[in-house]
Nanobody, 121 residues
Framework: QVQLVESGGGLVQPGGSLRLSCAAS????????MGWYRRAPGKQRELVAV???????NYVDSVKGRFTIARDNAKNMVFLQMNSLKPEDTAVYYC???????????????WGQGTQVTVSS
């Protein structure tokens, strides 16, 4: 059983910073891509940032230059450093990882439970 657990959300003023963390645990053979998605009220879920096992990184245009994604492969963790936060960044943020639980198993998508980020004065 694989679990993703996020932490680090909260309430912050515009211009502030938050750092989200996500730890994958359980039976894990290989982790491919890890990323962060968000769902704002009344909107569809969108990809915020993704980092592959080869450290290729992509960001949605609206966060480029403000957010930084990183991973710690030894700890099976992914992070999202969010700077210069704006009210439009308010959303529930979800960690995602593409994981092969066993040596001969296929890759599966796993999701965290979500963490609320609210940017407001």
């Amino acid at each position: 059983q694989v679990q993703l657990v996020e932490s680090g959300g909260g309430l912050v003023q515009p211009g502030g910073s938050l750092r989200l963390s996500c730890a994958a645990s359980g039976t894990i053979d290989t982790i491919n891509a890890m990323g962060w998605y968000r769902r704002a009220p009344g909107k569809q879920r969108e990809l915020v940032a993704v980092i592959t096992s080869g450290n290729n990184i992509n960001y949605v245009d609206s966060v480029k230059g403000r957010f930084t994604i990183a991973r710690d492969n030894a700890k099976n963790m992914v992070f999202l450093q969010m700077n210069s936060l704006k009210p439009e960044d308010t959303a529930v943020y979800y960690c995602n990882a593409v994981i092969k639980p066993g040596r001969v198993s296929p890759y599966y998508d796993y999701w965290g439970q979500g963490t609320q980020v609210t940017v407001s004065s």
